[in-house]
Nanobody, 115 residues
Framework: QVQLVESGGGLAQAGGSLRLSCAAS????????MGWYRQAPGKQRELVAV???????NYADSVKGRFTISRDNAKNTVYLQMNSLKPEDTAVYSC?????????WGQGTQVTVSS
């Protein structure tokens, strides 16, 4: 089992910044992807950003150039730096990881961007 603990959500004004953190613990051997998804009210969950094998990254088109995902392997933690926030970024953000056999999710953290 892998446990994911998220932090860093909250309220920001449009144009502002927030940084999300997600720390993994437990049976983390073999984790090859970590990332963030989000779900806004009434919408499907969507991929925000992933980092694969600690190096390759992929972003949703809607956040490219504004969000940056990074990983600290020593701390087993993945970060999502969110800049130039927009009201449409408002959602519950959930951390995700996989070891190729199983997928694990964090509890989610609310991000609210006011206009």
């Amino acid at each position: 089992q892998v446990q994911l603990v998220e932090s860093g959500g909250g309220l920001a004004q449009a144009g502002g910044s927030l940084r999300l953190s997600c720390a993994a613990s437990g049976n983390i051997f073999g984790i090859n992807v970590m990332g963030w998804y989000r779900q806004a009210p009434g919408k499907q969950r969507e991929l925000v950003a992933v980092i694969i094998r600690g190096a390759s990254t992929n972003y949703a088109d809607s956040v490219k150039g504004r969000f940056t995902i990074s990983r600290d392997n020593a701390k087993n933690t993945v970060y999502l730096q969110m800049n130039s926030l927009k009201p449409e970024d408002t959602a519950v953000y959930s951390c995700y990881t996989s070891n190729g056999r199983n997928a694990y999710w964090g509890q989610g953290t609310q991000v609210t961007v006011s206009s």
